[in-house]
């Protein structure tokens, strides 16, 4: 099983900041297999970036992913009311699917 | 309008079975692969089981092997989690999701999601 560590647990920056959020896998994953989501409160998760780069459809280009290998990068460039949420990365180089434990984007 | 409506949740006692559905419209459901994910109450996400677009491949999480079945009827739209053997450990919001990808390219995301049905496992 894969497993993916991301880093810092609790993000606390203010609006207008800009957001780095790290995932770690525990083994090589191929970046088309890594994917990260958003899940505000009370709301559903949405993808935000697959195939670790590429943004999805509707999401604002200050959102951008990186990384290949086991580490891999989420950024907000410039953070607006609406960015904070809880962030997950989830690979699907294999079975079992694995999510990260999340980063969490609050405010300061 | 494009969207996954989950249904069957609820209280049911450790040991007990609980059928999930999920009912799919406003896209060709025949043709993708889909997913349950389920979210612990305050936890993160974990992915649970995938089936195939013709039901004929499926995969499970280690820890619902043997207890949970995932199926699916294409002729209804719908996609099922059948649990049984209850635990505590397994209550949670339990989210039906569409696979999207590029097989060729081994592209996968869950790109959507319903808006989830809370199962707790409690005596």
């Known amino acids: 099983e894969i497993v993916l560590t991301q880093s810092p647990g609790t993000l606390s920056l203010s609006p207008g900041e800009r957001a780095t959020l790290s995932c770690r896998a525990s083994?090589?994953?191929?970046?088309?297999?890594l994917a990260w989501y958003q899940q505000k409160p009370g709301q559903t998760p949405r993808v935000l970036i697959y195939a670790a780069s590429t943004r999805a459809t509707g999401i604002p280009d200050r959102f951008s992913g990186s990384g290949s290998g086991t580490d891999f990068t989420l950024t907000i460039s410039r953070l607006e009311p609406e960015d904070f949420a809880v962030y997950y990365c989830?690979?699907?180089?294999?079975?079992?699917?694995?999510f990260g434990q999340g980063t969490k984007v609050e405010i300061k | 309008e494009v969207q996954l409506v989950e249904s069957g949740g609820g209280l049911v006692q450790p040991g007990g079975s609980l059928r999930l559905s999920c009912a799919a419209s406003?896209?060709?459901?025949?043709?993708?692969?889909m997913s349950w994910v389920r979210q612990a109450p305050g936890k993160g996400l974990e992915w649970v089981a995938n089936i195939r677009q013709d039901g004929g491949e499926k995969y499970y999480v280690d820890s619902v092997k043997g207890r949970f079945t995932i199926s699916r009827d294409n002729a209804k739209n719908s996609l099922y989690l059948q649990m049984n053997s209850l635990r505590a450990e397994d209550t949670a919001v339990y989210y039906c999701a569409r696979v999207e990808g590029i097989a060729a390219a081994g592209i996968w995301y869950l790109d959507l999601w319903g808006r989830g049905t809370l199962v707790t496992v409690s005596s």
């Open positions: 989830q690979q699907y180089a294999g079975s079992p699917w694995t």
């Open positions: 083994q090589s994953v191929s970046s088309t297999y």
């Open positions: 406003g896209f060709t459901f025949s043709s993708y692969w």
